[in-house]
């Protein structure tokens, strides 16, 4: 469904991405790992469009985005859950899942996906007319989910979602990603939680220094010895 192939990416002088290639079929949910500052962050800007690519192609359906506009990207079928979440903590909850169904044909079942999210996230209801910024860390970021699926996507973008959350929440939040998965949703989740990233995906790749330095079936990549050192404190 999404393949990239030999991208890079650079701020300035300073390039971030060194020739990433990566494959992503449909309904799969597949993890990017790696240590601050390998390149997640920027991989998945590429991918929603939020950074320009310096070389290399950004292909969705046989589709080249490369040289697309951001809009583009969510037109196209891309959604992206932020790091940090970047709620309008000023605005109600419902004015911020508004805001994620800009597209025409987002804005025409807008109604219809606030269901589907509020069905996913039931708390989200009694929540609505709150202010975003009131609700804590857990909920800030089902909201942060929900506004990305508020724009009926069909690849999911989640730049470490399970960031400053306590470990029963992350559990939850790792559970609803597998539940928007099991719906039939393409995820590309980014994470510094290795092992509960690798315990949720069907496949996954280990970035480093810009660089894909490992990739497989996440069984067989938490087995491998430099991975349990480098990632898992073994
Ligand atoms: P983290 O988990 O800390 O977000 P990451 O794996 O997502 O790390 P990136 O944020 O993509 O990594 O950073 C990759 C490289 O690009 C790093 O060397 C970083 O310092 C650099 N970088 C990131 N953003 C910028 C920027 N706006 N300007 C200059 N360099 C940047």
Redesign the pocket.
Known sequence: MLEIRELEVA??A?R?LWGVSLDLHAGELLCVV??????????I?AISGMLRARSGRIVLDGRDLTHLPPHRFCEAGIALVP?GRRLFTGMSVLENLELGSFTRNAKARRRQTLDQVIELFPVIEEKLASPAGELSGGQQQMVAIARALMARPRLLLL??PSLGLSPRIVNDMFAAIRRINAEGMSVLL?E?NVAMAMEVSQRAYV?EE?RVVAEGLPQALMARPEIQRAYLGV
């Open positions: 701020y300035g300073a971030a790696g240590p601050n500052g390998a390149g997640k962050t920027t991989l800007g790091e730049d470490e980014v510094q970035l810009g």
